[in-house]
C-alpha cells in the first residue's frame, strides 16, 4: 500500500509548480552560463588588455598633484621616490608602466532610450587586432560592412533643426541598411552628443532592441567624469553610471546613448585627444578586413562624416583624405564644416589666404581672434590640398541636394571614392556593386550603378546574384533579374546549386534534414550535400509518388558513385569550386533538362523565404504546379519542425499564402478556357516528378483548391464517365434498368458533344469560305480533344455497344448499382438474422456468406491494387488512416469470428447421433455438456452477427457522402461523435463516483459481479435519463422485492436492515448524493455536451462545403477503379483480375483520367498560355491591392482635409475675434441710435408691444413675420448620426427632405420649454421611433446653441437653435427601424433619407456649419 498523504493538491496546482519548476531550472542553467562566459571574458581581457599608469611621482604646478594629472594618493607606494629625485623631468614613455586593466564590463545607465552598453579601459599602445577580436569574438558584434567615422565639433553647438533632422534620420538609415559602425568620441557634448540623440531616436521609435546600432564611443579615459564606478578589478556586470553634466567642469560624461565604449588611457589625467591615435589605427585595421568574409577583395570601407568642427577637425579630415578615406561635410552645421563646403566646388587658385581669412572670420567669429597668421597659412594650405582631392570630397547641401537625406551622400560618396580609385572600368563597377549588394541599397544600386554608361553581362552579375540569394536581398536579386541576369546560366553548374544549399543558414530546419540524412547513410565520410541527397529529401517532403527532381545525368547513372557535392566544411573559393569538379564543365551535356527557375524557387521555399520564393514563382512557367508542391513542402515541413512553433506557423501561413496563388492562376485559366483548365489538373509535369496538379493539391490538403468551381467540374466529368454531365438522374436511373433506351439517345454522351463540337466548327468554316468566295485559308485547329474520354474523337459516333458499355462504366452508375445491392445486402442480413438462422444453415444464409466472400475479396483488392505506384507498406498505411476502412475490417473480422461460432454447432450435429449409439452413459453425459457449450457457442455467433448488422448499417455513411446534401452533415457528425467520447470520460467519472458510493452505502458485502456492475454503473447511467431509483428511499422499501442474504440470482440484496426489518442507511445522505449528482450529471455535463455541440457545429459549419468536396474525391477515385459488376456478381471481376495479374502477368491499367501525358508541342503551348494566365492574375491582384492603397489614402486625405479646414477656421476666428467684438459693439449702438428715415414694414404685428429687438442688429422687417412668437423662437433640431460601414470610414447622417426650398435639412421643429422634441419628429419618424429618440436625447451631445441667421428672422422676432448629435451604434434597435422608415419613405411626401457628411449636400449655411462641428466631433474620437 502507498503511504497515506495529508497534502492535497490540485491537479491545476501541480502543473503551475512544475512549469515554475521548470522555468527555476531553466533559469538557473542561464545564469551559470552566464556567469562562465563572463569569467572566461574576464580572464580574456586581463591576459590580452593593459592599463597605462604612472610609475613615478613628480610634483607639477598644484600642491599633491602628479604631472601626469592625478594626484598623489592615487599614485602606488612604490611611485613615490625621495625628494631627491623630485628634479627629474617627467616624460610619459618613461614614468609610465602597463598593467592589466580594472575597467570592463558592462554599462547600465538610467532613463530612456539604448542604457546598457559594454565598456573596456585599454591602453593607448593596444594593438588594434586584439581590439577587433574583442569587438566581433568577445562582444559578438557582427562584422560591419560599413565604417562611419563621426567627427567634429566637441563643444555643444548649434544646428538647424531641418540639418539636424536630416543628419539623424541618414545617419541611422545608412547604418540600418548597411549593418553599419558609427564610431565617435563617446562623449555627452557636441557631434557625439548629435550622434547619441539620433540612435536614441531611432531607439524610442522602434521600441524594441532589435536590429541594434552599433554606436562605438572611442573616447578618453582621463577626462571621463564619474568614473571610478567603473572601476573594479573582477570587472563589473554590470557598472551603474551616473551621468552628472551640471558637476563634470572640464571633464566629460560618457553618452548614455552608445552601445559601447574603449576608454583609451595613457596614464595621464584630464588631458584630450589621447585617443585619436588608437582610433585611427582601429579604423585602418578595419578598413583592411574584407567584406563579408569574402575572397572577392573588396575591403570594409570607411566614410568620415564631419559636422561644425575647429582646427583639430582639420587636422583628422586632412589625414583622412591622405589615407583615401571620402569624407562628407554638413554645409550648415557651422565653423570649420561651412568654411569647407563653401570652398568646395571653387577652382585652386581662387582659394587664397584672403578667401580664407574672410571665411573663418565669418564663421568662427570671435574665436578667429586667436588665430596666428602661421595658423591661417597653414589652414589653407591643407584646404587647398583637400579640394584637390575631389573625389574624396562630398559636401551635403539641403537646398541642392536632390535626394534630401544624408545617407544617400554618404554611400554616393564612397561609390564616387571606389570609381576613382584606379581600377578598371569592369573592376570599378563590379566593386561598386559588391558594396551596394552588401549595404542593402537597392536605390543606391538602380541610381549610381545601373546607368546607361554600364553595360552588365549576365556571366557579370553571377557574384553579385550568389552574395544577395545568401543574404536573402530579394530586391537586389529582382534588380538582377531585370538587369540580365539568366538563371539557366547562372545555375548551369549543378555545384553552383549545390553551394546554395551548401550555405543555408544553420538556423534553417531542412539543413538539418539534409545534415541527419547524411549521417544517416555515410557516417564515417564527411559532410557534403549533393544533388542528390536533396533530391532524396525533396522526394520525401513531396511525397514517394513523384519521381526524383535531379536524376544526374551521364555523369552520375548511378548515383553513389560520382555524385556532385560540396563540401560543407571547405574553404576554397567558390570559383575554384566550379571548376575543380570533373564532368561539370561548360561543356558538358545532359544538363539542360533541369528547370532553373524551379531550382531556385525550391531553394527559397525549403527556407521559408517568402520574397526570393515570390520572385522565382514569378518567373515559373509551370506556376500551379509550383504553387501546390510549395504548399505541399511547406506543411511537410511545419508537420516534421516540432521545436520551432513559430517557424511551423509561418510556413503554415506561407502554404496557404501558395494555396491563394494556385487558386488564383486557376481561375484566371478557367474563366478564359475551362477546357484548357482541366487539362492543367491532369497534365503529367516533368519539372515537379511527373505528378499533376490535382495529385499535388489532395497530398497537400488544400481543401480550398478542391474546392474550387473548375476542380470540382472536373471530379463531376469523371463521376459521370462517359456520359454527359448534364443528363439527369431520373434518366440515368431508368437507363440502368432499361438500356435499350441508350439505344434512342435517351442518355447524351461526352462524345457525342465532342462530335457536335466539330461539326460546329465545319460549318462556320463553310460558311466564311461562301461568304468570302473563296476557300479561307485559316489554320484548321485541331479536334476538340476531351482528356477524360477514352477514346479518340473521330467523326464516327458511338455504336450500341460502346454506349452500353460506357454506360454501366461510369462510376455514377456504379455507385448507384452498389447502393442498390448493398441494401439489398442488408435485407439479405436482416432477414437471415431475424428469420432464417437455422442450426443447418439454408440457402439464403450461403448466399449472405458468397456476398461477404465478395465484400472481402474487393477489401484485398482495393489493398493491393496500386495504381499511383505506392509501396505496399504506404499503401497499407493510406489504408488504415481512413475510418471507414476501419469500419470494414471490423466488419469482416466481427462476421468471421460470428461465423466460426455459428458453425460450431453444425458441426456437431452432423456426429451426434452416431457417437450417442456406441458410446457408454458416462461419455453420453459428457456428450450433453458439450452439446450445451456448442448451443451456447451457437448463440454467442448469432448476437455477434447482430452486432456486426449495425456496423454494416454504419457503413452506409460512407456511401451517401457523395451527397451534397448528406455529405456535409455526416462529417458533421463524425466530429460530434470525437467531442462525445471525450465527454464520456467526464461523464463516466461522476457514474462511478455515485453509483460505488450509492452502493457502499446501500449493500453490505454483494459478491455477486453482475449486481455489482447493475448497482454501481448501470443505475446511475440510467438516472440521466430519469430512470429515479427506488431503493434509496425508505418510503418505498419493499422485502420482497429483494432478497436478504444475496441467495436468489434474480434480485438485488436488501439493504442493510434494523431490527425492524426496515433499512438503516441514513436517508437524508442517499437523497443529498442523488440531487449532488442530478445537478452535476444532469444539469452541467449535459448542458455542457450541447455546448460542444453547438461549438463543434458553428465552427465545421463554414468548411463542411470544402471538407466534403475534398473527400468526395476519394469516393470518385474508390468508384472509378472499381470494377463495374457490384457485390456479389463482383467475384466474376475479381476471378478476371487474378487470371491476368498472377496467370497472364499483365498489368493493369492505372488511373488515364487521372493523369495525361502530353506532347512536347501540347506542352509547350499549354504552360505559355498558363504563363500569360498567370501574368493576368499577378496584374489583377496588384491592380486591387493598388486600389485598396488608393482608397485608404483618400480617406485618410478626406481626414487631412478636415483638419485642415478646422485649423484655418481656427486661425481665422483668432484674426477676426477683434473685429468681431467692434462689430457687436457697433450693432448695439445702432439698436440705440434712432433713425427717424428708417421705417421698415411691419409684418403680422398683433397688437403685441415689439419690445424686443433682435440681437444681431436690424433686418429691415419688423413684427413677429412668419415666425410663432415675438423675440427668440427656439427649435431644437437633431443630428442622428451613423457609421456606413464597421471601419467608420464614412460617416453618415438622417437628413428630411424639403418640397418647398428643395433642400436637405435637419429633422427638428419649434419646441415649447417643457419639450424635449418637437412635434413635426412625431410625424416625421412615426411614434415608436419617436418615443424611442425621445429617450436618448439626454444621452446626446450638445452641439451648438445660439443664434441663427434666418431669413425669416425680422428686428422683434429670431430663430434661436439647439443642434444635438446622437450617434447610432450598429447594435441599435431603433437604427434597424429607422433605416427601414427610410425605404417606406421614398413614396412619402417627406423623404428621409441617409446622406454622406459632406461640404457639397444641399442645404442652408448655418445647418452645414452644424454638420462641420459634428464631423470634428467624431473625427477627435476616432
Known sequence: MLPRCEIKIHPDKIDSRLGSVKVQIRTGLSQLFSDIKKHYLASWIKDNIQKEECCFYVQGDREGVCMCGYLKIHHVDDSI???????????????????????????????????????VRVSSDTKPEVLYQLLTEHWKLPPPNLIISVTGGAKNFYMKPQLKAQFRRGLIKVAQTTGAWIITGGTHTGVMKHTGQAVRDYILSNNSTEGQIVTIGIA????????????HPQGRFPAYYSQDVQTQ??????DNNHSHFLLVDDGTNGRYGVEIELRSRLERLISQQPLGNKESGVRIPVVCVVLEGGPGTLNTIYMAMLNGTPCVVLEGSGRLADVIAHVAGFPVAKVTLSLIHQLLKRFFCQEYASFTELMVIEWTKKIQDMIQMSQLLTVFRISEDDHGDVDVAILQALLKANRSSGSEGRESWERQLELAVAWNRVDIAKSDIFTEESQWKSSDLHEAMFSALLGNKHQFVRLFLENGVCLRQFLQEDTTLCHLYTHLPTSCFFLRLLVKRIQTERTAAPLNISLRLVSDEIRHLLGSFTQPLYPLPGLAISYLKEDVSVNLQSKVPLKQQFSSVPGLGPDRGGASHRDPVRDLFLWAILQNKKELAEIAWEQCLDCMSAALAASKILKKLAEEDEEEDDEAKEMRELANYYERHAIGVFSECHSCDEDRARRMLIRSSPSWGHTTCLRLALEANDKSFIAHSGVQTLLTQIW????????????????????????????????????????????EQITVESVTGCRARIRRKSPVRDPLTRTPPGLKPLNCSMRLVSLFTSPQVKFYWNIVFYFGFLLLFSVVLMIDFQTTPSWRECLLYVWIFSLVCEEIRQLFH?????????KAKMYIKDMWNILDVLSILLFIIGLVFRLAMSLVLSCRLTISLVICCRLTISLVIYCRLTTSLFYAGKVILCIDFIIFCLRLMAIFIVSKTLGPKIIIVKRMILDMFFFLFLLSIWVLAFGVAKQ???????????????????????????NMPSDIDTTQFDISACTVNGTDPLKPKCPVLNEDQRPAFPEWLTIILLCVYLLFANILLLNLLIAIFNYTFQEVQDNTDNIWKFQRYELIKEYYSRPALPPPFILLSH?????????????????????????????????????????????????????DMDQRLSETADKVDIMTEMLQRENNLNGTVAMGKRITRLEDQHHQVEFSLYSPPVLNEDGQVQSDRNPQGRTGMRGRGSLCCLGPNHILELVLTRWRDTEGSVLEFLSVWNREESLWELPGGLVQSDEPLSDRLQSIFGQRIYNRIKAKVVEGSKVYEGYVDDIRNTDSAWLETTVLNIHLDRTDHQLADINRMTVSSL?????????EVNTSTRMSSYQKDSLRRVAELHLWNM
Open 866 to 874: 496500386d495504381p499511383d505506384g505506392f509501396p505496399f507498406n504506404k
Open 1135 to 1187: 476471378i478476371y483480375i487474378f487470371i491476368r495479374r498472377l496467370v497472364l502477368r499483365k498489368p493493369l491499367q492505372g488511373h488515364q483520367t487521372f493523369k495525361e501525358e502530353l506532347s512536347k508541342e501540347e506542352e509547350e503551348e499549354l504552360l505559355s498560355w498558363e504563363s500569360f494566365m498567370k501574368d493576368n492574375y499577378l496584374q489583377s491582384t496588384r491592380q486591387q491591392h493598388s486600389q
Open 1000 to 1026: 457502499g452505502i446501500l449493500i453490505n458485502n454483494e459478491d455477486r459481479l453482475n449486481w455489482i456492475v447493475r448497482g454501481a454503473v448501470y443505475e446511475p447511467y440510467l438516472i440521466i435519463f430519469g
Open 220 to 231: 578618453t579615459w582621463g577626462v571621463i567624469h564619474n568614473r571610478k564606478p567603473l572601476v
Open 1387 to 1395: 413614396g412619402c411626401d417627406e423623404v428621409v433619407q441617409w446622406l
Open 249 to 254: 567642469g572640464h571633464m566629460s560624461c560618457l
Open 81 to 119: 621616490k625621495p625628494e631627491s629625485n623630485q628634479a627629474v623631468t617627467w616624460d610619459r614613455h618613461n614614468h609610465v608602466r602597463q598593467v592589466p586593466t580594472d575597467a570592463f564590463g558592462d554599462i547600465s545607465f538610467g532613463g530612456l532610450g539604448q542604457k546598457t552598453g559594454k565598456y
Open 720 to 763: 459521370c464517365g462517359e456520359l454527359a454531365v448534364d443528363n439527369p438522374l431520373w434518366r440515368v436511373l431508368l437507363c440502368m434498368v432499361f438500356f435499350p433506351l441508350t439505344y434512342i439517345g435517351f442518355l447524351r454522351y461526352r462524345h457525342d458533344d465532342c462530335l457536335q463540337k466539330e461539326l460546329e466548327r465545319s460549318e
